[in-house]
């Protein structure tokens, strides 16, 4: 009789902690939310929200203070990108993201870190050149696209340099996965490991833009 007491006791366990798993909700009319949902942001604040799709279509219109935040990613191997073009973005490290800000009417330059998203200075003509050799750069969506690079294997001299035209939620958790897993100075294997992980899924999922560049 005790073991089925004890049995019993596990079983109401269980199900207790499975009643009190905690579900994603809708951050606007608190609708219980699936794994692959919505994001919204916010320009103003660039603040990131979990939204439903009724929501994501309701509060993304011209008139809303957000912005609806696609989900299609483009990888260009052909991106045309010099040392010294690199050089003179002045990035402190071989990853950063770049997107039209409509509040700041300009584009922002933002790596990773393990303080979070760092802002860097970033010269118009120097980006306007960079756009002139890549058309694609053009039709980057304000505040929810971003062109997002990764030079570390290509400094590394371990394979070639990485750039997509990703979804600014995309860029996000990148940053949120350098800033939860870095580990002293140089990160660890850990952290570099869920870096590689997270460029192949993306990799994976985008479509490749095999535009001619411009000379």
Not at 86 to 105: K, Q, R, T
Request: aromatic letters at 8%; charged letters at 25%; glycine letters at 4%.
């Amino acid at each position: 009789m005790e073991i089925t007491q004890r049995n019993s006791s596990f079983a109401n366990l269980r199900r207790f902690i499975r009643q009190r798993v905690p579900v994603e909700r809708c951050e606007l009319c608190s609708a219980g939310l699936a794994t692959n949902h919505q994001h919204l942001i916010e320009p103003a604040s660039r603040k990131l929200l979990c939204a439903c799709d009724a929501c994501s279509i309701l509060f993304s219109n011209e008139e809303s203070k957000y912005r609806r935040v696609p989900k299609d990613v483009r990888s260009m191997p052909n991106f045309q990108l010099s040392e010294a073009q690199w050089e003179s973005l002045l990035i402190p490290i071989n990853m950063a993201f770049f997107f039209h800000s409509s509040p700041a009417n300009r584009i922002v330059a933002l790596y990773p870190s393990p303080a979070g998203a760092t802002e860097s200075l970033l010269t118009l003509g120097t980006w306007e050149e960079i756009a002139e050799q890549n058309p694609a750069l053009h039709e980057l969506r304000p505040d929810v696209e971003a062109l997002l690079v990764n030079r570390v294997r290509s400094a590394r001299q371990t394979g070639p340099a990485e750039y997509f035209i990703a979804p600014i939620d995309e860029c996000y958790k990148l940053t949120g996965l350098i800033r939860a897993r870095w580990r002293g100075l140089s990160g660890g294997a850990e952290v570099w490991e869920e870096i590689g992980r997270f460029f192949a899924e993306l990799k994976e999922r985008a479509i490749v833009v095999k535009e001619a560049p411009r000379a």
